[in-house]
């Protein structure tokens, strides 16, 4: 699932997701996703520290929304986040 995920995240941001801890995945009696030690870098030309790091990410949406077409994110955490956010001389 890690590359999966890496080439969403990419494909939304253009920045290269790593994860360097396991994934689990749920499917019973929700849809379940937890990874650990994911990393984000920044955007070309504001630094080498990475953007976003997390020690873990993890969601649950219950199946029955699923089947009625729903997608509805019953539980969201993260744990350990740290961001590091810059500004360029543009102030984006």
């Not at 080439?7 to 790593?18: A, G, N, W």
């Not at 360097?20 to 650990?36: K, R």
């Not at 873990?56 to 089947?67: D, E, G, N």
Request: with cysteine; glycine share 8%.
């Amino acid at each position: 699932y890690k590359e999966e995920l890496a080439k969403l995240i990419h494909d939304k941001t253009h920045l290269p997701l790593t994860i360097d801890g396991p994934i689990s995945v749920n499917y019973f009696p929700w849809l379940g996703f937890e990874a650990f030690d994911l990393k984000l870098p920044q955007p070309a030309g504001f630094g080498d520290d990475a953007f976003i790091k997390a020690k873990s990410v993890a969601f649950k949406i219950p199946l029955r929304a699923l089947l009625r077409g729903q997608c509805i994110i019953e539980s969201l955490t993260v744990d350990g986040i740290s961001l590091h956010l810059i500004e360029n001389t543009k102030g984006t």
